[in-house]
């Protein structure tokens, strides 16, 4: 996750290695600045990093199984993580320490993340196994200082920084070498089954500076915001057409009284949208399925297109919703192979990914 100064290195070493499955994901392009201190030149200029460093991994190992998207972590299928020996974040915002502190624990995964702190030339690598609910999850280390600055980028590259004013980091680009090679040698131990040497809940911080290394266990907090739960992953085979919510509820539930549906909460890796109005004349539509947004969900009695939009989007289907659609087929609910839905009761989760 993030395919940069940090986990560009990481990507392209890891094929080199033989690691033969890597997966990557990265949203941006890279600015008229980033070849200072990214694995790119000049020319790539605007180009996306999904794409140019999967074909950079692709070319340094053409027996590895290399994949990229241009796509936040957030949105990468749950199919996709369900598969990971181990998740990589090279990110340089804390959204995504969040997210993998949720994900993660809910997988039961072994992350491993690599980071630098440019203003004394700090190399960072992080290790947490979540296989151990108990144990120390990404979220666990951030402050209130952190929480209050949740939407500031720190990384290693000036085109992608400057956000509400703050100052980007200066790091030079052998410090974001260095640490996407720490970060490699790290998941490789993982890979090996080294588990009386990989980080476990530490981090290792090596100065280029001074040449030395620190290394430091990181606690377990015990009010850290992200929930260290682990899910339930079901993966359904059945045709879309012949399954519904209701099929998916275990037995115990009241599975045919929609007045037993108000314990259930239900969501998807899709947002769901329980309405949306005409672009055109403005008359508002139930429309009451998963839909991404800017998707044309229907067409206006005027001939207008009707789109998904932020009105009407919901994270959780709401009661009056769900009662409705209980056993509507998933696919007429704009759900496909490969998307997943959970269904989570009494703070238990199960989700169902849709092979």
């Known amino acids: 996750m993030g395919l940069g100064a940090v986990g560009g290195v990481t990507f392209t070493q890891l094929a080199k290695l033989g690691v033969?499955?890597?997966?990557?994901?990265?949203?941006?392009?890279?600015?008229?600045?980033?070849?200072?201190?990214?694995?790119?030149?000049?020319e790539q200029t605007g180009q996306l990093?999904?794409?140019?460093?999967?074909?950079?991994?692709?070319?340094?190992?053409?027996?590895a199984e290399v994949t990229t998207a241009p796509a936040f972590a957030q949105d990468v299928p749950l199919g996709?993580?369900?598969?990971?020996?181990?998740?990589?974040?090279?990110?340089?915002?804390?959204?995504?320490?969040?997210?993998?502190?949720?994900?993660?624990?809910?997988?039961?995964?072994?992350v491993v993340q690599g980071a630098v702190f440019g203003a004394n030339q700090h190399a960072i690598v992080r290790g947490f196994n979540l296989s151990d609910?108990?144990?120390?999850?990404?979220?666990?280390?951030?402050?209130e200082d952190d929480w209050s600055r949740m939407t500031s980028r720190l990384g290693c590259d000036p085109a992608t920084l400057r956000l509400q004013g703050i100052t980007p980091t200066q790091t030079l680009p052998h410090v974001c070498a260095t640490a996407g090679q720490m970060t490699a040698a790290e998941v490789v131990k993982w890979l090996l089954g080294q588990h009386d040497m990989v980080l476990s809940g530490s981090e290792v911080q090596y100065n280029l500076l001074a040449h030395?290394?620190?290394?430091?266990v990181l606690p377990r907090k015990a009010a850290c915001r992200a929930p260290h739960r682990r899910w339930h992953v079901v993966e359904v085979q059945q045709e879309l057409t012949h399954v519904n919510l209701a099929d998916?509820?275990?037995?115990?539930?009241?599975?045919?009284?929609?007045?037993?549906?108000?314990?259930?909460?239900?969501?998807?890796?899709l947002p769901w949208l329980t309405r949306a109005a005409c672009w055109s004349c403005g008359q508002v539509y139930p429309i009451r399925r998963f839909s991404r947004l800017g998707r044309k969900v229907a067409t206006c009695a005027c001939g207008g297109a009707v789109w998904s939009d932020l009105d009407g989007r919901r994270s959780i289907i709401p009661n009056d919703?769900?009662?409705?659609?209980?056993?509507?087929?998933?696919?007429k609910l704009g759900l496909r192979k490969g998307d997943s839905v959970a269904l989570s009761s009494n703070e238990d989760r199960t989700w169902f990914v849709l092979s």
Request: proline share 6%; aromatic share 8%; with cysteine.
């Open 321 to 331: 919703d769900l009662a409705a659609v209980w056993k509507t087929p998933l696919k």
């Open 133 to 143: 609910h108990n144990a120390a999850c990404p979220t666990c280390q951030l402050s």
């Open 49 to 63: 990093k999904a794409h140019v460093q999967g074909r950079l991994a692709a070319q340094a190992n053409p027996w």
């Open 80 to 110: 996709v993580l369900t598969q990971a020996d181990v998740i990589v974040l090279a990110g340089d915002n804390l959204e995504l320490l969040v997210w993998a502190g949720e994900f993660a624990a809910g997988l039961g995964k072994v």
């Open 212 to 216: 030395r290394a620190l290394r430091t």
């Open 248 to 269: 998916l509820a275990p037995r115990t539930c009241v599975a045919h009284d929609c007045d037993g549906l108000s314990s259930w909460q239900v969501h998807a890796e």
């Open 20 to 42: 033969g499955r890597l997966f990557g994901f990265d949203p941006d392009r890279y600015g008229d600045e980033s070849w200072v201190t990214q694995p790119a030149l000049p």
